[in-house]
């Protein structure tokens, strides 16, 4: 598990370890760290350290004091280093360490800035790191805007600045970079959008802050972890032992949802798959996924809704289904279940208007996407894809359920746990009927038998590595990055799935 912490989680940890130790050694720990890293890019890009061209962006703080610090490492072999000083003042340790080491500083001047970013081998951003709050003030956001012109490589220094540390909000102007160098634990705002869209890869210094640390904020899963939660059928498995879920989806309106939900839940290795729906899903479900079993349901007649479907260990409930009366109907139902209840789609729109049908007591999962979270919270949707992690969690506190925030870094979020990020998957993923396929693979593990948490956070790490198989053409496709990546279809990703777990 990949564990991360915020900003006042990692100082807390900071202040005990450098109790011990002699003054300003976990900065130099950070400097090395960093100047290191950046000789071996020096080395990758340039074939050498010396005169290679470095332009240090220092901000006032720590931030800007390691970034001094590692410049003059760089300096003291032969690099030509730069360093705009952002702030009113200098870190003065980091800045006669620079200077004494032959580098080069400068009060900031936008002319000169961008001329240095547009000559430099590599940008050491170092603005702001942990200290920072709100949206970078002048000249920092001139600053950090320039560094989208910079022809070399860029470096954030502990965070990119303008992400939120704490929880990866962006509210102007923020660095993105190539790389991001973190010291001492992985923050969680590198880990979450829009933050992690902004750090390139992530690669951590160990200062020895280890010990101290708390429990997390979030953790993302690893395959190891994901394979040791799943659970895989022994000689004496049945149908039940492996989980029979039970989907309630489509209608005659909506009816694709419903097949690729039912897809899902097969290829994610149900023991059985009980469909239940109104008569033109019913049959396109057969028709695709035969070894389904189908119940047509009534919703005019409530009472008895679901006597005819047979045992149930887990429902998954609305894809497709509508949001009108009978669709009403059939929530009620599946939720008066006593097992536990994935709602997605069209079931959170009937959860959003009738909060009634989450009081239940065994677990409740829900999928949104931020619009269908805006509905359920009553907040609008750009504040929830500005501060995602803050409305996953506040969305876990106040429905009293799991809650799967779907997105380019999914989220999933239950009251006590750290929220777990998931990092598998592709942009190929945001493709109409997606949602509908995960819908069934967490329906197929909550009714195995794992916790609400697990389930959801499994599923979308299989999903994830579905959709990057089918985008691949194979598990041993493609290529380098996104480049031998194509599109794909919804029932690609179903289909991608036992490939999936077959590498886990
Ligand atoms: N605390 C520690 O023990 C260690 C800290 N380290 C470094 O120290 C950093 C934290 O240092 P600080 O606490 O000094 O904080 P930072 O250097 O991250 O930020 C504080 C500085 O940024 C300015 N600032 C804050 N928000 C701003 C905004 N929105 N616009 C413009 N300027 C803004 C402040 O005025 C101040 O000058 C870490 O990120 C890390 O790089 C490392 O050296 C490892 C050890
Ligand atoms: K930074």
Known sequence: MRTAYTSDQIRTAETALMAGLPEGTLMSRAAAGLAMVCANLLQGVRGRVYGSHVALLAGGGDNGGDTLYA??????????????????????????????????????????????????????????????????????GTLAELTAGAA??????????????????????????????TFGAYKAGLLVDPGASHTGSVELVDIGLGPHLPDPEVA???????????????????????????????????????????????????????FASTAEPVRLV????????????????????????????????????GTG?????????????????LVDADGLTLVAKDRTLLRRAAPTVLTPHAGELSRLLGVPRERIEAARLDHVRRAAAELGATVLLKGSTTLVAEE????????????????????????????ALLAAGLSGYDAA??????????????????????GDGRRGEAPIAALDVAEAVPEALRML
């Open 71 to 140: 410049g003059a490492r760089l300096a003291s072999r032969g690099a030509r280093v730069e360093a705009v000083l952002a702030g009113s003042r200098a870190h003065e340790g980091g800045l006669a360490a620079l200077l004494a080491a032959g580098g080069r500083a400068r009060p900031f001047d936008a002319a000169r800035a961008g001329d240095l970013l547009a000559r430099a081998d590599i940008v050491l951003d170092g603005l702001v790191g942990i200290g920072g709050g709100g949206a970078l003030r002048e000249p920092y």
């Open 152 to 181: 070399g490589l860029v470096v954030a220094v502990d965070v990119p600045s303008g992400v939120d540390a704490s929880s990866g909000r962006v509210e102007g102007p923020a660095v993105r970079a190539h790389l991001t160098v």
């Open 220 to 274: 993302a899963p690893t395959g190891d972890d994901v394979a040791g939660l799943l659970p895989r059928p022994g000689a004496e498995s049945d149908k039940y032992r492996r989980g029979v879920v039970g989907i309630a989806a489509g209608s005659d309106t909506y009816t694709g949802a419903a097949v690729l939900s039912a897809g899902g839940a097969v290829r994610a290795g149900a023991g059985m798959v009980r």
């Open 286 to 321: 057969r028709a695709r996924w035969p070894e389904a079993v189908t119940t047509v349901l009534d919703p005019s007649a409530p009472e008895g809704l679901l006597d005819e479907v047979g045992r149930v260990q887990a429902w998954v409930l609305g894809p497709g289904l």
């Open 325 to 341: 009366p009978e669709a009403h109907a059939v929530a009620r139902a599946v939720l008066a279940a006593d097992v536990p209840v």
């Open 416 to 443: 006590h746990r750290p929220v777990r990020v998931n990092t598998t998957g592709t942009p190929w993923l945001a493709t109409g009927g997606t949602g509908d396929v995960l819908s069934g693979i967490t329906g």
């Open 457 to 478: 956070s499994c599923a979308a790490y299989i999903h994830g590595l579905a959709a990057r198989i089918a985008a691949r053409g194979g598990a041993a496709g493609g």
